[in-house]
């Protein structure tokens, strides 16, 4: 079946250092991944997405990398931010259109 | 406001009530999706409207979930006979076209949903 997963649940890093988030999917079949960031009490907001020909797409401060070999995605944020704290959920989409998320990992930025 | 809207924001209902909770998708926008969070997990997936196409209802987990679109825009989603495994989170978000397309989802603030 379809799913999608994450390799930390927590992940703790100071201000200023870059944070790595992970994510694992198992359909390969996937062709759409889309990180989302989830602040306490607010709905998901897009991050940024990646389409399965490209393996590295750059916004502001933030970078996936998609490894479709170990069916691999990650989310990378550069000098990370009290605001950056969140929850960031993987999505794909299988073979419908419907998004797949992942259980979330937990971002928490220490001063 | 351009972004998707819901109501109410917290429902507190009894054991056995029906609830309807409501999404307004950002206009123009085709496609809306219905989710749900339970606490500390991931988004489950609910039902999916696109344009006049009939909707996937895949994701409901049981028949006393229902939901509908009027005018191809506002949905309703209703629960009969609420029970307390029902209380979670319910994300509704809505896209320009479907996710084949690339347009991507944004979604609402959600309903919070307590079933005592």
């Known amino acids: 079946g379809e799913s999608v997963g994450l390799h930390l649940p927590t992940l703790s890093v100071q201000e200023g250092d870059n944070s790595i988030i992970n994510c694992a999917y198992s359909n390969s079949a996937s062709d759409y991944f889309i990180w989302y960031k989830q602040e306490s009490g607010k709905g998901p907001q897009f991050i940024i997405d990646i389409r399965s020909n490209m393996d590295k797409r750059q916004g502001q401060r933030v970078t996936v990398l998609l490894n479709k070999t170990v069916k691999h995605l990650s989310l990378q944020i550069a000098a990370t931010q009290p605001g950056d704290s969140a929850v960031y959920f993987c999505a794909e989409t299988g073979l419908t259109d419907k998004l797949i998320f992942g259980t979330g990992t937990r971002l928490q930025v220490f001063p | 406001g351009a972004g998707v809207s819901q109501s109410p924001s917290n429902k507190v209902t009894e054991k056995g009530k029906d609830v309807e909770l409501r999404c307004d998708p950002i206009s123009g926008h085709t496609a809306l999706y219905w989710y749900r969070q339970s606490l500390g997990q991931g988004l489950e997936f609910l039902i999916y409207f696109q344009g006049n196409s009939a909707p996937d209802k895949s994701g409901l987990p049981s028949d006393r979930f229902s939901a509908e679109r009027t005018g191809g825009s506002v949905s309703t989603l209703t629960i009969q006979r609420t029970q307390q495994e029902d209380s979670a989170v319910y994300l509704c978000?809505?896209?320009?076209?479907?996710?084949?397309?690339?347009?991507?989802?944004?979604f609402g603030p959600g309903t919070r949903l307590t079933v005592l």
């Open positions: 978000a809505s896209s320009s076209t479907a996710l084949s397309s690339v347009d991507t989802q944004y």
